[in-house]
Nanobody, 129 residues
Framework: QDQLVESGGGSVQAGGSLRLSCTAF????????MGWFRQAPGKEREGVSC????????YYVDSVKGRFTISSDNAKNTLYLQMNDLEPEDTAMYYC??????????????????????WGQGTQVTVSS
């Protein structure tokens, strides 16, 4: 069964770091545009960062630039999100997502995830002040 399995969430204090992982089973990430999205209670889902199929192009929402790094390891079929200098405002459920296609605008995909083909189950990130 095709699925994405996430890990790495948790609770940290402000200024701390976490690394999220998302491993694909039953499918190859080689042919997908990928992203991390988050949703806090009472708020709409937000695109945090997206990456193209090769891993060479990335996009970040302004609020995480300089603090988060997205990467992929196609040999391991895994997507990562390294989060440093975490802030209480980063508290949310984080979801990885894959969208088929290798010529996708990263800004467009991160702005509108309605074209997503696969979602991870979500992992909670809680940052305390």
């Amino acid at each position: 069964q095709d699925q994405l399995v996430e890990s790495g969430g948790g609770s940290v204090q402000a200024g701390g770091s976490l690394r999220l992982s998302c491993t694909a089973f039953g499918l190859s990430i080689d042919y997908y545009t990928m992203g991390w999205f988050r949703q806090a209670p009472g708020k709409e889902r937000e695109g945090v960062s997206c990456i193209n199929w090769s891993g060479r192009d990335t996009y970040y929402v302004d609020s995480v630039k300089g603090r988060f790094t997205i990467s992929s390891d196609n040999a391991k079929n895994t997507l990562y999100l390294q989060m440093n200098d975490l802030e209480p405002e980063d508290t949310a459920m984080y979801y990885c997502a894959l969208r088929s296609g290798t010529s996708v605008s990263l800004y467009d995909y991160c702005s509108d995830s309605s074209s997503t083909n696969y979602w991870g189950q979500g992992t909670q990130v809680t940052v305390s002040s």
